[in-house]
């Protein structure tokens, strides 16, 4: 009965129940390449996992590495037969009946052999493949099953209609002077689709005491980020060689779970 309860106080507190009925679409994209999207993706989906069904989706155009491989879903889904949406899509299969579970969290992302094929065909025909991609995304993001769908974004889709088809976006900025230069004006961008009512939080990866705020606040134009700190290297690698999601990592878990319930918090109010 009290489990109950608290049950139903979270969900209240998260603003669980006024999106229950209705599939929410938020998108993690980053202003740069290579500033930790992917793995707040997955944080993200693991915190939202807890009260909700969860599909995350790796949304790519010419990313050298994938999920598949950075959380070890060969090894996790020993046993267990791992179906590639995007495979399966191109067949025309329905990606409706396509579940690939594992720790609460359905993953709809392609295997390294399918970036393989694609970046194959990228080179040969890549006005078509890129054409016919975006609408493929909008296709899976929109009939997969569950309550809410994580898209892990690639900084260079930032341009893909799938952008307005999310109901929320989770826009990562890493502080490294020359990766902010580089993301100046995909920052610019998001800020607009911002001010135009856009729901939008922005996120400060990487975070440490060596960042200069004044001049960080200045160059980004706004102070209402939330901080996710820098994580030791060694933290990652343990993560990686032995599979584990990020909350899999307890250390990791302790850092950056209440940075990624504020998160939850603001895509939810």
């Given amino acids: 009965m009290l489990e109950r309860i608290f049950l139903r106080e979270r969900k209240e507190e998260y603003g669980i129940e006024n999106e229950r009925n209705r599939k929410v679409k938020i998108g993690v994209i980053s202003t740069s390449y290579s500033s930790g999207n992917s793995l707040i993706s997955v944080a993200l989906a693991e915190q939202l996992s807890y009260d909700y069904d969860v599909s995350f ?19 996790r889904f020993i046993g267990k037969e791992f179906k590639d949406v995007f495979k399966k899509n191109d067949m025309e299969l329905d990606s409706r009946k396509i579940f690939n579970i594992d720790s609460k969290i ?5 295997t390294e052999a399918y970036l393989r094929n694609q970046k194959n065909r990228d080179s040969e025909k890549r006005e078509e493949v890129e054409g ?11 009939n997969i099953k569950g309550n809410i769908i994580i898209c892990d974004i690639d900084y260079s889709m ?26 100046i004006e995909l920052l610019k961008k998001y800020k607009i689709l911002k001010a135009k009512g856009k729901d939008i939080v922005f996120i400060v990866n990487k975070y440490n005491k060596s960042i200069n705020d004044i001049e960080l606040n200045d160059f980004l134009g706004f ?14 690698f343990e993560m990686q060689y032995n599979c584990k999601l990020p909350y899999e990592n307890l250390e990791l878990k302790k850092i950056w779970k209440e940075k ?3 998160i939850q918090q603001k895509i939810l109010n």
Avoid at 158 to 183: A, C, H, R, T, W
């Fill in 57 to 75: 989706v790796e949304v790519f155009k010419n990313k050298k590495a994938c999920v598949y491989d950075m959380l070890g879903m060969d090894r």
């Fill in 223 to 236: 102070k209402n980020y939330i901080k996710i700190p820098m994580i030791a290297q060694e933290i990652f």
């Fill in 158 to 183: 930032s341009d893909s209609y799938l952008i307005n088809e999310m109901d929320k976006l989770v826009v990562i900025i890493d502080p490294m002077p020359d990766k902010l230069l580089f993301g």
């Fill in 132 to 142: 016919r991609t975006d609408i493929e995304f909008c296709s899976i993001v929109n």
């Fill in 106 to 110: 359905n993953w709809i992302i392609p």
């Fill in 260 to 262: 990624i319930e504020k």
